[in-house]
Each structure stands twice: as C-alpha cells, then as structure tokens.
C-alpha cells in the first residue's frame, strides 16, 4: 500500500479519496454517505484573523454588558454571564458553576486567544511557536465552547419569564449571538487548512 498525505478521509464513514481542486462555492461530498468533504472558496488567513480580532471584541462586550436585565414593579435587575456564574456559585447546585465557568468563558476564552495566536503567525507564513500543541488544544476545547447552548437557554428564560415579568436582552445579549456564530464559523474546518498551509514550516 502507498501513502499520500493528501488523501482526504470521509469523517463520517472512513471513505479515503484523493483531493480535486474546488472552485468558489463548490463542495466535494461523500460518495457512499454525501457527508460534505471539503468547500470550495475557503476564507483566507486575513479573513479568519478578522474574523477571530472581530470575535475578542465581542467577547468582551458579551463579558462586560449584561445579557438580561429583568423589571417589575419599579425594581430592576441586571446579570452579565459572570454574574450569572457567580449566582450559581452561591446556591445548592455549586458544582454546576464550575461547569457554566468553563463551558461559556473560559473555552471560548482559549478558543479566541489560540486562534488570534496561530492566524498571526499564519498571516506571515511562519508556524506559531507550539503550533502542534495549539491546533490540537483548539480540537479538543470545541466540545467544551457551549454558547450556543447558553444563548439557547437565555432566549427560552427569556420566552419564559415574559409572561410574569418584564424581561428585556441586554447589549451582552446580542453580542453573544454573534460571537457563537463567528466561533464555529473560525474554530471548524476553517483553522484545519493551516495544517495544509503551511506544512513546510511546521517544525
Ligand atoms: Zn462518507
């Protein structure tokens, strides 16, 4: 049997085929499962670095202004995530904070951080130092980033609360719903290519 680095693996059923070039828009699929291979028209690295600059911003936003901000009678209230964080901390499911921590700030935290630090160096056509161990980080953080399954939960809390009380998004809200769609739009197959980008550089 030969090799050949190029192959590409079907990660739905193992199926190996040998790469064809792509144009703008089109995709290769799976013959036996039509699992998506590879597109066509990826981003470049200048655009997976904005993108990633664009999503440290919004993370910030989503981590200072507060997500929802609850009224009644007069009296309101506010809570930003690490609040939200903090409140868990203090009641009988404490555990549960530790989780929240680390599912909605900290793994998107190391994402962003990883990816602004690997595309960097990317952008000049060198590997960031330690590139082996960040591109492996970032596959095993993604499991871990679930803001998507926070934001869920705000909307359907929101949906909810509506009826007793008055119940308003906040700023951090809608920066939080960028934020998820900009991370899986970067962390998925987008970052892989650096691996084909720049496999003479990698130490
Ligand atoms: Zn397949």
């Known amino acids: 049997m030969t090799s050949n680095p190029q192959w590409i693996i079907c990660e739905h059923c193992d199926s190996v085929y040998s790469p064809v070039p792509l144009g703008q828009g089109?995709?290769?699929?799976?013959?036996?499962?039509?699992?998506?291979?590879e597109r066509g028209g990826q981003m470049s690295i200048q655009q997976l670095l904005a993108l990633s600059i664009g999503a440290a911003l919004l993370f910030v936003l989503a981590n200072a202004f507060?997500?929802?901000?609850?009224?009644?009678k007069g009296l309101s209230n506010q809570a930003t995530l690490w609040q939200s964080v903090q409140a868990l901390a203090q009641g009988d499911i404490s555990p549960?904070?530790?989780?929240?921590?680390?599912?909605?700030?900290?793994?998107?935290?190391?994402?962003?951080?990883?990816l602004c630090w690997l595309?960097?160096?990317?952008?000049?056509?060198?590997a960031a130092p330690g590139f082996k161990a960040c591109m492996r980080a970032l596959e095993h953080l993604r499991p871990w980033s679930m803001l998507e399954v926070c934001l869920l939960g705000i909307?359907?809390?929101i949906v909810k609360l509506a009826g007793m009380l008055d119940v308003h998004p906040g700023l951090g809200?809608?920066?939080?719903?960028?934020?998820?769609?900009?991370?899986?739009?970067?962390?998925?197959?987008?970052i892989?290519?650096?691996?084909?980008?720049?496999?003479?550089?990698i130490p």
């Open 26 to 37: 089109e995709i290769a699929r799976c013959v036996r499962c039509a699992a998506i291979l």
């Open 96 to 114: 549960i904070a530790a989780v929240a921590g680390l599912t909605i700030i900290l793994a998107p935290m190391l994402q962003i951080a990883l």
């Open 155 to 157: 909307l359907v809390a």
């Open 119 to 126: 595309l960097s160096y990317a952008l000049v056509g060198r």
């Open 192 to 201: 892989r290519r650096l691996w084909k980008d720049l496999e003479g550089v």
């Open 66 to 72: 507060p997500v929802i901000t609850i009224s009644l």
């Open 173 to 190: 809200l809608w920066a939080l719903a960028m934020l998820t769609v900009l991370i899986i739009l970067i962390s998925g197959k987008g």
